[in-house]
């Protein structure tokens, strides 16, 4: 029986979605996922004939300003690092395309899948929590199979706005929800919080216009919200995230150092065309990069790489509904204090957001 492969490319997509939860090895390296998101690149490569690029333009002309201005900077610093950035941007936009050029019935059953998929791993990922899996390297916060906490809640906060899109059952939604709240509650991450606020606001105008809905919405809130202190009190969070998050109130101007938020003003001469993405000792101490995509995209890439970044998002943006936008806006929000745009789970929910506004009336 002959193989079928836009099937086979399918389940790698899915799979690897799937395991973007685990974080095998080392920070920055390759993982699971990205083994088989890449199998899906070759599999989709021999199918396509092909591509489309008309929702991709901007985003293409991005990458070749950012491969313009990483090379550039390899050759001036000579660090190779700008190249390995180069790379992840080049996989992302691959990913991306191979999304969006999907035919009919295979976007059909992304969506359809992703339904249970997502569900599915916000589940498993109590369940890895419950039986004392996972892990504490920031100790109290808890960032399960990933590589940081803050890494957890964007993937937590990405999966709850593509499931509350994709899933049209209010019970389902509110499950995915608490759940959602729950564990990024557990990674103690302040700006997926205040995220998670975002989407709450797009969750409650998907049903605006039902008073019934939403009461039951806000009596079942009010009771999970209830239950997960309870829960948080007994195991002795609710300590840690009050504690945490008034230090965070009290360390404003020494966190946005350490983030790399001060690069902006200390070095403007690189805000127009961008300092590269690479050599983060040059403006670090710590050698870290700035953790922030916008600020980060600022810095790296100038006003002019910010522009094309954003306006290729705003294409999306335009073709949501107002409900929708707002659960869109919750991500990109939690953009500002985390850099996240490497993450497969960034650019999923890219392409989720745009293939569900093209075809919603056919699906």
């Known amino acids: 029986m002959a193989i079928n492969l836009s099937k086979v490319g399918l ?28 199998l899906s690149f070759l599999l989709f490569g021999i199918l396509y004939n092909k591509i489309n690029i008309s929702e991709s333009r901007n985003l293409i002309i991005f990458v070749v300003y950012v491969t313009f201005v990483n090379v550039f900077f390899t050759f001036l610093v000579g660090d190779l690092s700008y190249i390995i950035s180069t790379i992840y941007w080049f ?35 109590i369940i890895i929590w419950v039986v004392g899996l996972g892990r504490y390297d920031f100790n109290p916060r808890y960032n399960g199979y990933f590589n940081d906490p803050n890494q957890m809640a964007f993937w937590v906060l990405c999966s709850c706005a593509m499931g509350l899109i994709l899933i049209n059952n209010l019970k389902v939604k509110i499950i995915i929800y608490s759940l959602s709240f729950f564990l990024i509650l557990l990674t103690m ?37 209830i239950t997960l202190f309870f829960i948080l009190l007994n195991f002795g969070f609710l300590d840690n995230i009050v504690t945490r998050f008034s230090q965070g109130i009290e360390s404003n ?31 670090s101490s710590s050698n870290h990069e700035i953790h922030s995509t916008w600020f980060g995209i600022l810095f790296y890439y100038g006003i002019i790489g910010l522009f094309l970044f954003v306006s290729f998002l705003f294409n999306i943006f335009r073709k949501l509904n107002f409900a929708e936008k707002i659960i869109f806006l919750s991500p990109m929000f ?11 789970v960034f650019w999923f929910l ?10 919603r009336e056919q699906l």
């Open 189 to 225: 991450s302040r700006s997926a919080t205040l995220g998670f606020i975002i989407l709450t606001f797009g969750l409650v105008f998907q049903h605006k216009s039902r008073l019934d809905l939403k009461i039951i919405f806000s009596l079942i809130s009010l009771l999970t919200v």
């Open 350 to 359: 890219v392409a989720i957001f745009l293939l569900y506004s093209k075809y």
């Open 91 to 125: 996989f992302n936009l691959i990913l991306f395309l191979v999304l969006v050029n999907l035919n009919f019935l295979s976007i059909k059953k992304l969506l359809y899948y992703l339904k249970f998929i997502i569900p599915l791993s916000l589940i498993l990922n």
């Open 334 to 344: 939690y953009g500002f204090f985390t850099y996240n745009a490497r993450t497969l």
């Open 253 to 283: 101007d020494q966190q946005a150092s350490d983030r790399g938020f001060t690069n902006l003003i200390d070095y403007p001469q690189y805000l127009l065309f961008g300092a590269g993405q690479g050599a983060y000792y040059l403006f």
């Open 11 to 38: 389940f790698f997509i899915l799979l690897g979605y799937f395991l973007s939860q685990f974080y095998i090895f080392s920070s920055g390296l390759p993982q699971p996922s990205h083994i088989f998101i890449i």
